[in-house]
């Protein structure tokens, strides 16, 4: 992803709203997906789009622990 860690919270939060943007396009894709789509191959693109959102929230929520410490 090449997101390198942020040194102030203005980066922390600079990036955690980035992360929601991206969350929001994948979501619609997701919705798009699952309209389009149908079958056991379909399934596996709406798997990686899920994975995708997962991993997306798992990196907001380490930038929220690490706001605190931050300058």
């Given at each position: 992803?090449?997101?390198?860690?942020?040194?102030?919270?203005?980066?922390a939060?600079?990036k955690i709203a980035k992360l929601?943007?991206e969350?929001?396009?994948?979501?619609?894709?997701?919705?798009h997906?699952k309209?389009?789509?149908?079958?056991?191959?379909?399934?596996?693109?709406?798997?990686?789009?899920?994975?995708?959102?997962?991993?997306?929230?798992?990196?907001?929520?380490?930038l929220?622990?690490k706001?605190p410490?931050?300058?």
């Amino acid at each position: 992803m090449g997101m390198s860690s942020p040194t102030t919270k203005a980066e922390a939060r600079e990036k955690i709203a980035k992360l929601q943007g991206e969350i929001a396009r994948e979501k619609a894709s997701l919705a798009h997906h699952k309209a389009s789509f149908k079958g056991p191959s379909a399934e596996y693109g709406r798997s990686q789009i899920r994975r995708s959102i997962a991993n997306k929230k798992a990196k907001i929520a380490e930038l929220r622990a690490k706001i605190p410490s931050l300058p």
